[in-house]
């Protein structure tokens, strides 16, 4: 029976300008990681303003989730583009970053010139055991979808093998996985078979804007010309971008070496950012020095805190890389991290947007056939064993700060038991976690000293 409070007709035509107001709000407002923005985007977009069906939502949910990238930024592309074509997804996708960019570079700035001051260091005491939890939390989460089977078990315990003792790169363990996907759907496909994405629509909110039985716009249907077309542009747009940095920095500068190091790892990054931290980590931290580890917990405490995909954790490797290296020179700090920052932001998101724009009808059109989705899901299960790697990392780092022959960190280790339990039992959120471990680790870092 329909409900005589709904609505009887659809909303009227949505402006391109009532459109840029809303992404740029929303670009604010994206705390909580891709679920907490999915969630702010299905309020908004289904139930509130109705633009588009809750069934419509969770197919261009479920087909972001299939590509690299940070899904909910690419959802509101997604959005955005099939309304307003590419124009509308170009702007949807660059407010959902933008703010985060310039928090970041803010904040950053703070952190490179005031790191050091006893206050600034208490609360990154108490955020980094917080920043732990979180990611053994995000394996844990990855890993109730991800692992549902004995094989795909088997493959994350490979992946956390490899990576933990052997020191594979990140790249070859998302290949390797995707090669067992590709070949495992022939000789047993109900394995491989991807799981059901966001649930179903359940729920009517009244008529849409772009509704179930909406046909699809011209521009949103497959075109061999039209997907040519901007495959050129967006790698015109890259190629130009590179050029421009290798012109000025040459092959080895930092910025070139930035802009290289960050388009693949944008390739990488299926399961969520934290999929791609490892490898952020592996080239960031141990091959081009970038900034340290105990820095590389900072920032990701720094993404944990902003609104924006976490991803954006990225822009604060790039401006400590570009302050470190001084791109711009010793008397311009500051504008070689935002620089750098920028520069990274770049080249990480640009493949999203390429993806949505030229790809979206191409791979919505296998979306759901088992030869496309079998390699994602061997993947997604080897990102499980690299997350929990990662959390081993952060947590030994953050537990033994001068190494194994240095002190164990009581306080720290406390705070990280604290945080799992609030976590995994009481369903607290990101921020008030961060917040409460944040003021632990001032108040214990104030006291301590006065104690001793």
Request: net charge positive.
């Amino acid at each position: 029976m329909a409900d005589a409070n709904l609505p009887a007709a659809a909303p009227e035509a949505v402006g391109f300008g009532e459109a840029f107001r809303f992404w740029l709000r929303l670009g604010f407002i994206s705390f909580g990681g891709p679920a907490g923005q999915i969630a702010i985007m299905h309020t908004e977009l289904v139930e509130r303003r109705r633009w588009i069906s809750e069934k419509r939502f969770l197919h261009a949910l479920n087909y972001c989730m299939l590509l690299p990238g940070p899904e909910a930024q690419q959802l509101a592309t997604y959005i955005g583009w099939l309304m307003h074509r590419t124009w509308g997804g170009i702007v949807a996708g660059a407010l959902f970053v933008l703010p985060s960019l310039f928090i970041l570079i803010g904040l950053s700035w703070i952190y490179m010139r005031f790191g050091s001051l006893p206050v600034v260091e208490g609360v990154f005491h108490g955020i980094k055991p917080a920043v732990t939890a979180l990611v053994l939390h995000a394996a844990h989460r990855i890993g109730s979808r991800a692992l549902r089977n004995g094989w795909m078990w088997g493959i994350a315990a490979l992946a956390f093998v490899a990576i933990f003792a052997l020191d594979v790169p990140f790249p070859a363990i998302v290949g390797a996985a995707a090669l067992i996907g590709h070949f495992g759907a022939r000789w047993a496909p109900a394995v491989f078979a991807l799981g059901g994405g966001h649930g179903g629509a359940q729920q009517g909110y009244g008529p849409a804007l772009i509704d179930d039985d909406t046909p699809t716009p011209a521009h949103a249907r497959f075109s061999r010309g039209h997907l040519l077309r901007l495959l050129i542009v967006g790698l015109g747009a890259w190629a130009m971008a590179m050029g421009v940095l290798v012109a000025t920095g040459g092959l080895d500068g930092a910025l070139t070496q930035m802009g290289w190091f960050f388009t693949k790892a944008a390739l990488l990054t299926f399961g969520g950012a934290y999929a791609v931290l490892p490898y952020v980590y592996q080239g960031a931290v141990e091959q081009h020095h970038w900034l340290t580890a105990p820095q590389m917990i900072d920032g990701l405490a720094l993404g944990e805190t902003t609104p924006g995909p976490l991803i954006m954790v990225v822009a604060f490797v790039g401006f400590v890389g570009g302050w470190a290296k001084q791109v711009l020179g010793p008397d311009a700090l500051f504008s070689s991290g935002a620089l750098a920052a920028t520069v990274v932001t770049f080249f990480t998101f640009l493949p999203s947007f390429i993806f949505i724009l030229a790809g979206g009808p191409l791979v919505e059109a296998t979306h759901g056939k088992l030869g496309f989705t079998a390699p994602l899901s061997a993947v997604t299960a080897a990102v499980v064993g690299v997350i929990l790697n990662l959390a081993l990392f952060f947590a030994y780092h953050v537990l033994w700060p001068q190494g194994f022959g240095g002190r164990f960190d009581l306080v720290s280790a406390v705070i990280a038991v604290v945080a799992v339990v609030a976590l995994f039992r009481f369903k607290v959120g990101v921020m008030p976690l961060l917040g409460g471990c944040a003021a632990v680790g001032l108040v214990a870092s104030l006291l301590l000293p006065a104690l001793r």
